[in-house]
């Protein structure tokens, strides 16, 4: 069974700029949610899309925004990129909305 | 809103002792679950426990059992007989079961150093 995958694995942009990071769910989940990790911190929840749907979100502004495909899988698109921005994105999967989440290895995005 | 809060930044321990790790929450709902998740170095979350809160009995996953206290909304972690590969970041977490979606809150993490 393949776990949950993310690409890329890092990435550097410069302020202004969007990003489009990607998520593929562990088999058998129909759920992906989405976090940010600054260093040092907790993870911080961003949104969870559930069959396709935006089914959650946190308290980030709307220039994060998410899709999902019919396969489950996930992007977080991140548009006019601040400084701030730079962190550890994780996505995680899971069976249904309110099931266990099982995290991917993350996105490391740096903003300059 | 919820909050969970973890006030051991970091711990150690010696290699085959055990250790604590505390965790507590805020909510007012009574229907949760929380959750353990390890971070090692190599950054990838990783489940450890879970915890429904209607169950009363403790949830034990090998070396790793928690001490669930639901009225004083303490959730701690203890890690028996430890092992190098424990070294990790560990993130408390708690997901309210009665919203339509899975939000989980971290707390802000313990760093446990485990010594040879």
């Known amino acids: 069974e393949t776990g949950v995958t993310q690409s890329p694995t890092h990435l550097i942009k410069t302020r202004g700029q969007q990003v489009t990071l990607r998520c593929s769910s562990q088999s058998g989940h129909n759920t992906v949610s989405w976090y940010q990790q600054a260093l040092g911190q907790g993870p911080q929840f961003i949104f969870q899309y559930y069959r396709e749907e935006e089914n959650g979100r946190g308290n980030f502004p709307p220039r994060f925004s998410g899709l999902q495909f019919p396969n489950y899988s996930s992007e977080l698109n991140v548009n006019a990129l601040e400084l701030d921005d730079s962190a550890l994105y994780l996505c995680?999967?899971?069976?249904?909305?309110?099931?266990?989440?099982?995290f991917g290895p993350g996105t490391r995005l740096l903003v300059l | 809103a919820q909050t969970v809060t973890q006030s051991q930044p970091e711990m150690s321990v010696q290699e085959a002792e055990t250790v604590t790790l505390s965790c507590t929450y805020d909510t007012s709902e009574s229907d949760y679950y929380l959750f353990w998740y390890k971070q090692p170095p190599s950054r990838q979350m990783i489940l450890v426990i879970r915890?429904?809160?209607?169950?009363?009995q403790n949830a034990t996953e090998n070396r790793f059992s928690v001490n669930f206290q639901k009225a004083a909304k303490s959730f701690s972690l203890k890690i028996s007989d430890s092992q190098l590969g424990d070294a990790a970041m560990y993130f408390c977490?708690?997901?309210?079961?009665?919203?339509?979606?899975?939000?989980?809150?971290f707390g802000q993490g313990t760093i446990l150093t485990v010594h040879p």
């Open positions: 915890q429904e809160a209607y169950k009363q």
């Open positions: 977490a708690y997901n309210a079961g009665g919203t339509s979606y899975g939000k989980l809150t």
């Open positions: 995680a999967s899971s069976r249904g909305s309110q099931e266990t989440q099982y």
